[in-house]
């Protein structure tokens, strides 16, 4: 069985479409670029077939056979390698989009954390202030109530001394006495509400600062994981090579 000259022009310009395939192909990506140069070399075979002066038409059409499936096998490999890298480089593409959305998302909340910190001591500092203030203005009212307290109480023990009875001075100091313990007591109580308001702060910045010391965590095991992913990816290309190169 002879091939003619039209054949031979057709399979000559399958092997230029071949070259330019390779030319275009990805050339960053040794596995496609090494099926493209196994397809040329096939076609080359099959396109020198029918000058072979040393083998008989029947050798030739059993070659020609066999060359012909190893086209099919090879362009089945191309596809499949074509297919792989599409679906690879939209994966990689969802990745970066993933990723990039989960690093803008770690960095609203760190912005959060920081924000939240700095309202939480803001807060804590006015409410501190706040009652601090108020607990030196009793002080100082309960300091000159007690000045006059003491001034009526030697009042009160003079004009006895002389034997006068005195029920309104005395009247007037259980007054005074009684307005001193009030003040005492918002005192204690503001002091208490003091330090209800330092504990309760504390423990809110040592929540934040945990939940900020969880996510650093989180980040670091995802960041591992993806390293590991690029590894084992890696590996796999690595593999996938060697497979093709004992191929050939």
Do not use: W
Not at 46 to 51: H, I, K, P, R
Not at 124 to 142: A, D, G, M
């Amino acid at each position: 069985m002879q091939v003619n000259n039209t054949n031979k022009t057709n399979i000559g310009g399958n092997i230029a479409l071949a070259k330019n395939d390779i030319n275009s192909a990805n050339q960053k990506d040794a596995i496609l670029k090494n099926l493209n140069k196994r397809l040329l070399g096939v076609k080359k075979k099959l396109y020198s077939l029918a000058d072979n002066k040393h083998l008989t038409d029947k050798e030739k059409e059993a070659m020609r056979e066999n060359l012909n499936e190893q086209l099919s096998e090879i362009k089945q490999l191309i596809s499949e390698r074509e297919f792989a890298l599409k679906k690879a480089k939209e994966e990689e593409l969802k990745a970066k989009r993933e990723e990039q959305a989960e690093k803008n998302k770690i960095n609203n909340k760190a912005v959060d954390y920081q924000a939240e910190e700095e309202k939480t001591e803001f807060t804590n500092l006015i409410n501190v202030t706040t009652s601090l203030s108020q607990v030196k203005t009793q002080r100082l009212t309960k300091l000159n109530m007690e000045k006059s307290a003491t001034r009526m109480r030697i009042e009160i023990e003079y004009d006895e001394s002389r034997g006068q009875n005195v029920p309104e001075k005395r009247e007037k100091l259980s007054k005074l006495n009684e307005k001193i313990a009030n003040v005492e007591s918002k005192i204690s109580e503001n002091m208490g509400k003091v330090n209800r308001e330092l504990k309760k702060n504390a423990k809110k910045l040592r929540t934040i600062s945990a939940e900020k010391a969880k996510q650093e965590k989180d980040e670091k095991i995802k960041e591992k994981e993806k390293q590991d992913k690029k590894v084992e990816k890696k590996q796999d290309e690595k593999s996938v090579k060697e497979t093709e190169a004992d191929k050939e």
